[in-house]
């Protein structure tokens, strides 16, 4: 009777111990070490046919044996893992019974090697052969029962997927551009199953019974029944499982897996409440305007699009002429004609022909230093209609709350720098109208504390830098 026979016929099969589950979680870390030797040993055969690697020839039988070996605990602790469940019975039964094959070719290689036996009919290279394509194969039901039965292939071309009896690959859906086409589950939430739940809970791993690949799938729960119950949050044991804090032994995902964001956790949530809809727009579903901010956020709508235009080639003519007005003009992209423009090392005052010519450049300049350049009030009407502008900086420059109302059509504005300014509570005014604006610099200026608290109290995503004058 084997070892396995006795394991089976004492019952460990259908109830094994926790000190069976903890040796069966070191196979991931045995199973690489015959996958090392056995290949080396291969590799040696071949190469000690060559008169410079004879020599190692009287030590390849040491490299099977350290294969085999290695192999036999693979299979052992291997086996010890399959007792946990929760894998796909197919491929666990290929996977382990290769496993075995690979443990009993590279044994006899060990005794074909240690004691010179010659083969017939090239008997040596074909068994050989076997123990890589073995190996190789084995492995590669390995990462399916892990990642799931398209693992290798999901990514590859179709010609190599119809090869492997695979449909072409889906099309992918297309990127949601605006909130209204946002379909609650498919642009949702079975992203977020895929990125952190599919790799334990698919078509061939089932931790718990559980297969998160479908809307359908999720519905029929796992081995303690419904893990999502419409409405109700506490009865919902996905939801449950993924608020624990991480140490628990109830946390998913497990196995040192990244957990769901606080905003993928808020989404579920929230979708859970409105009783787990399996389609349907977003939108329609009456969101509340928090939900609907962090749901823009999470699907990258918040982030300026300005950057997904192109713009033509700025005019050579332009560019020589600001360059010898003192400007600097860097490219910013590799495959579009964005620019930033710096004049804040010219150590001279920006003059209206300057600025004038800057609109040449309007489509184009979307970073903008002016810092100590000598920008005075009139001058922020013209740096107003610059629309493309991310980025300014207008530091230490004499302008006021009078000038900043000339910046309110900058919608695309994103960082706006008036350290050292003479700017003060008019900012409560334009914070508003700079639906992108991210980042705001105001140590020096004449904004004082209350006016920066309620700032950062009415937009608590604007990061404020602010030190008042000493």
Request: net charge negative; proline share 5%; charged share 20%.
């Amino acid at each position: 009777m084997n070892l396995f026979d006795v394991l089976l016929n004492s019952g460990v099969a259908e109830n094994p111990s926790d000190f069976l589950i903890f040796l069966g979680r070191i196979h991931p870390l045995v199973v690489h070490l015959p996958i090392g030797f056995l290949l080396l040993a291969a590799l040696v055969e071949l190469v000690v046919k060559k008169p410079k690697f004879r020599p190692l020839k009287n030590y390849t039988h040491y490299l099977w044996a350290l294969g085999s070996i290695s192999a036999l605990f693979a299979v052992l602790f291997g086996y010890f893992l399959s007792l946990s469940g929760d894998y796909n019975e197919s491929t666990l039964f290929w996977h382990k019974w290769l496993g075995i094959a690979v443990f009993l070719f590279s044994l006899v290689c060990y005794f074909v090697s240690k004691k010179q036996w010659r083969l017939p009919f090239y008997g040596r290279p074909i068994l050989i052969s076997l123990v890589v394509f073995t190996i190789f194969y084995t492995g590669h039901l390995g990462g399916n029962l892990t990642h799931g039965s398209t693992y290798l292939l999901e990514y590859a071309p179709n010609v190599v997927r119809n090869l492997a009896g695979m449909p072409d690959k889906a099309i992918p859906r297309e990127k949601v551009t605006v909130l209204d086409s946002a379909d609650v589950y498919l642009d949702l939430i079975s992203p977020i199953l895929d990125r952190r739940c599919l790799s334990c809970h698919n078509d061939d791993k089932k931790k718990g019974d559980l297969n998160l690949t479908s809307y359908a799938n999720l519905a029929l729960g796992g081995e303690n029944g419904e893990v999502v119950v419409p409405g109700d949050l506490n009865a919902s044991d996905l939801y449950r499982r993924i608020t624990l804090p991480e140490t628990h032994d109830d946390f998913m995902p497990t196995e040192g897996k990244p957990p769901l964001s606080e905003d993928e956790v808020a989404i579920m949530g929230w979708w859970i409440g409105k009783n787990v809809p399996p389609t349907g727009y977003f939108v329609e579903m009456e969101p509340d305007e928090k939900i609907r901010d962090l749901v823009e956020k999470y699907l990258g709508l918040d982030k300026n699009n300005l950057l997904s235009q192109q713009v033509e080639v700025p005019s050579k003519a332009v560019v020589d002429s600001l360059l010898n007005y003192g400007f600097i003009l860097n490219p910013l992209m590799m495959d579009n004609h964005f620019l930033e423009a710096n004049f804040s090392l010219s150590e001279q005052e920006l003059n209206d022909q300057a600025l004038k010519t800057l609109f040449g450049l309007k489509d184009q300049v979307i970073w903008l230093n002016l810092s100590n350049s000598g920008i005075k009030n009139a001058h922020l009407e013209q740096i107003g209609q610059l629309e493309n502008l991310i980025k300014l900086n207008l530091s230490t420059n004499t302008i006021s709350d009078d000038g900043l109302v000339h910046l309110s059509q900058l919608q695309n504005l994103e960082s706006i720098n008036l350290y050292k300014t003479g700017v003060s509570d008019g900012l409560v005014g334009l914070v508003p109208k700079l639906p992108n604006l991210k980042r705001l610099y105001l140590s020096e200026s004449k904004v004082d504390s209350m006016t920066v608290a309620q700032l950062r109290e009415e937009y608590p995503d604007l990061k404020i830098v602010f030190e008042e004058k000493p």
